[in-house]
Nanobody
Framework: QVQLSESGGGLVQPGGSLRLSCAAS?????????LGWFRQAPGKEREFVAA????????FYADAVKGRFTISRDKAENTLYLQMNSLKPEDTAVYYC?????????????????WGQGTQVTVSS
């Protein structure tokens, strides 16, 4: 079992930045582990944001965040990060950290076995 705990959400003005963290505990990750960030806005489906493979650090981003968000991981700290810059009101959502096993794609929700409780990000002036 893997437990995931997100932090770092909050209220930020448009154009601002936030860094989300996801601390993992329980089973350790392997090179084939896949870690990702998803988000869910009110009344909308949960959508893929970004993902990274634990071993090779291959990364993939949703078009909506490409060039603004950066995903990274710290092996020593067993922590996943999401640096979010140039935030827009449409980025407002609950952000979820997730973990699973890489099977060739990054965006499919069914690849992710473990989920955190989420952290709220609100972008508003």
């Amino acid at each position: 079992q893997v437990q995931l705990s997100e932090s770092g959400g909050g209220l930020v003005q448009p154009g601002g930045s936030l860094r989300l963290s996801c601390a993992a505990s329980g089973r350790t990750f392997t090179p084939s582990s896949l870690l990702g960030w998803f988000r869910q806005a009110p009344g909308k489906e949960r959508e893929f944001v970004a993902a990274i493979t634990w071993g090779a650090e291959s990364k993939f981003y949703a078009d909506a965040v490409k060039g603004r968000f950066t995903i990274s991981r710290d092996k020593a700290e067993n922590t996943l990060y999401l640096q979010m810059n140039s935030l827009k009101p449409e980025d407002t959502a609950v952000y979820y950290c997730s973990a699973g096993r890489f099977g060739g794609t990054f965006t499919r929700r069914d690849q992710y076995t473990y989920w955190g409780q989420g952290t709220q990000v609100t972008v508003s002036s």
